[in-house]
């Protein structure tokens, strides 16, 4: 138990350590805007990764949550003047309720199901953000507000910089405990075998449910800061290819493992940016990356490079 | 008014036949593999850009569909060949994302070849449409749903007449028993994934000529195929047949009566509401699982 924490939280600390000195190593804001985006990336992922990883299921459509949260503040601060805090938790509580009553009948089918019911909930969301011009400015999308909470306007990407790291740490955090708790082992134990972990008497589909509920939390609260911190929202962030784009950073960095989505998510951000002068190519690329990884690298990046390491225990 | 109605039914009897065919497709690999096979779409693309393409350059219709047929049959075994039956024991999720990056990899690759322009490909026999009833239909619906209608049954007959075809439902009852009778079932594999490209690439085709064909095409059609396939219960042929004539015939009430703007949303309205009350589909069989 003793190793357990203290691998923990060595991970932690690492990555506590990796945000805390990267920006003296980022020349100028351009780097920085890039980092913040990898940040709010990897904090869907590796909710996204608890989904996939731990529960064995898959969503083809959590940029559908993402975009919720982030109309959800745009609509609610820009249009209704709500405080910037409320309207991001007004949106998380909808999404929360949202998948929950998705998942709640879902959530016992196998995992083609989910694919389907997710993948539907995430067109119908770009659908209406695309329609519903009236609300949601249609395809040319939203200016949203900046954040203000208590008097404080968060503004410049130095600022931000730093809320999406303490944001992903959190979030780090919050889903290592998860995983070591008694739901954590039930959830792996779904993972394994649905059957056996039933057998043994887990209430898989209860967890299967909170993971779901809680991936699409973390994607509102992300999307909802992020609308903040871009001041403009487009429905191309709620649709099909961004899901299919957290899927893949997930996949890649290394299903079940949480450090392992936070690297993918910030290797495939920054590799369109690296890919620009070869912008004809990039979807070979990422295709090719997606089925490579999982015909090769079935675990993905970090779970395959951490068992090339000399056998040491690991957490 | 009964006009009007028959002129919804009837597009949405052409759009329709292409969501039955495609969703046919996904059966069909669905059974022989257990694969939800994302690139399905691109099957249908590449029908519809090769023959666009290749009539434009002076090749007849007939050989040109061929072509593209013959092209997305080799694509569809290379993608079984070297991306599926290599992750043979993965998980669903692994699966599903392998399909999901080939057919991402092709739609690059299209790019590349083709361009992102939009291809247009003559109507088969005119545009002059045919009166019915106060409604007018487009010759080339006809071909659609025709080719779709005679497509679909010698998928049929194949099924039910041929040893190829038995070995292939033998397969998907059991691969285990089926591979102990001496059913090569890689090869089974192989040939599902050559059948369904197949069945894509002529709808992509025939259809060309009233969606036109464009690198993307094949999206919204394989994403459509897909819902067809599990609203009919997925892995039960006629199930996604009936499927994709239910989704192309709601969406195109949907379109009239409704809103076109949600014209697309209408088909997943459909399976979110089917998978919240029949979570097998309408014909799908209750499932039970073997540990």
């Given at each position: 138990m003793n190793a357990l924490l203290h691998g923990r939280l060595t991970g932690l600390l690492a990555l506590g350590a990796v945000i805390a000195v990267l920006p003296a190593f980022l020349p100028n804001n351009f780097y920085l805007d890039i980092a913040i985006l990898a940040g709010f990336n990897a904090v869907v992922c590796v909710g996204l990764n608890l989904l996939i990883?731990?529960?064995?299921q898959i969503s083809l459509g959590h940029a559908g949550f993402f975009g919720i949260g982030a109309y959800a503040s745009g609509v609610l601060v820009g249009t209704y003047g709500w405080p910037p805090i409320v309207a991001l938790l007004a949106g998380a509580v909808f999404v929360g309720l949202l998948a929950f009553l998705v998942a709640k009948p879902i959530l016992r089918l196998k995992g083609h199901y989910l694919a389907m019911a997710t993948l539907g909930i995430g067109i119908i969301v770009s659908i209406v953000l695309r329609t519903e011009s009236g609300l949601t400015?249609?395809?040319d999308g939203m200016m949203v507000e900046p954040f203000r909470i208590f008097g404080v306007e968060l503004y410049g990407e130095k600022v931000w910089y730093w809320v999406v790291g303490v944001l992903l740490v959190g979030v780090v955090w919050l889903s290592l405990n998860l995983i070591d708790s008694p739901m954590g082992r039930a959830l792996r134990a779904v993972h394994g075998s649905e059957v056996a972990a039933e057998v043994v008497g887990v209430d898989t589909a209860r967890f299967k449910v909170l993971v779901f509920v809680l991936s699409a939390v973390f994607a509102s609260v992300a999307g909802s800061l992020f609308a903040h911190y871009a001041g403009l929202i487009t429905p191309a962030k709620a649709d099909f290819f961004k899901s299919i784009e957290l899927v893949t950073m997930v996949v890649f960095g290394g299903m079940a493992s949480t450090f392992g989505a936070v690297v993918g998510a910030v290797v495939l951000t920054l590799l369109p940016q690296a890919l620009t002068m070869f912008q004809d190519y990039q979807q070979i690329v990422l295709g090719g990356i997606l089925m490579a990884t999982m015909v090769f690298m079935p675990k993905g990046l970090l779970p395959t490079l951490a068992a090339l390491l000399p056998a040491r225990r690991r957490a | 008014m009964f006009a009007e109605l028959l002129q919804y039914l009837l597009s949405g009897l052409t759009i329709g036949a292409i969501y039955a065919l495609a969703g046919l497709g996904f059966s069909i690999i669905y059974n022989a593999s257990h694969v939800i096979n994302f690139a399905q779409g691109e099957f249908i693309m590449i029908g519809g850009m090769a023959s666009a393409t290749l009539t434009a350059s002076g090749v007849p219709l007939p050989l040109a569909i061929m072509i593209g047929c013959g092209g997305a049959m080799l694509v569809g075994v290379l993608v079984a060949k070297f991306a599926v039956e290599r992750a043979r024991n993965a998980s669903t999720v692994t699966l599903i994302i392998i399909t999901i990056g080939a057919s991402i990899f092709l739609r690059g690759v299209a790019e590349l070849v083709w361009g992102k322009d939009f291809k247009r490909l003559d109507a088969f026999s005119g545009e002059t449409p045919i009166q019915i009833m106060g409604a007018s239909m487009q010759p080339q619906s006809l071909w659609v749903v025709g080719t779709a209608g005679v497509l679909i049954v010698a998928i049929g007959l194949f099924f039910a007449r041929t040893l190829t075809g038995k070995a292939m439902l033998a397969t998907s009852h059991n691969r285990l028993a089926a591979q102990l009778v001496g059913i090569d079932v890689k090869r089974v594999v192989l040939a599902s994934f050559a059948l369904s490209a197949a069945l894509g690439a002529v709808g992509g085709a025939v259809v060309a000529p009233i969606t036109f064909s464009y690198t993307e095409m094949g999206i919204m059609l394989g994403l459509k195929g897909f819902t067809a396939a599990v609203l009919g219960g997925l892995g039960h042929g006629p199930g996604a047949v009936a499927g994709g004539l239910i989704v192309g015939i709601a969406e195109a009430l949907g379109a009239g009566y409704i809103s076109s703007a949600y014209k697309d949303a209408v088909a997943f309205v459909i399976i979110l509401a089917v998978l919240l009350f029949m979570p097998n589909g309408l014909f799908g069989k209750r499932g039970t699982e073997r540990v």
């Open positions: 990883g731990y529960a064995g400015g249609g395809p | -």
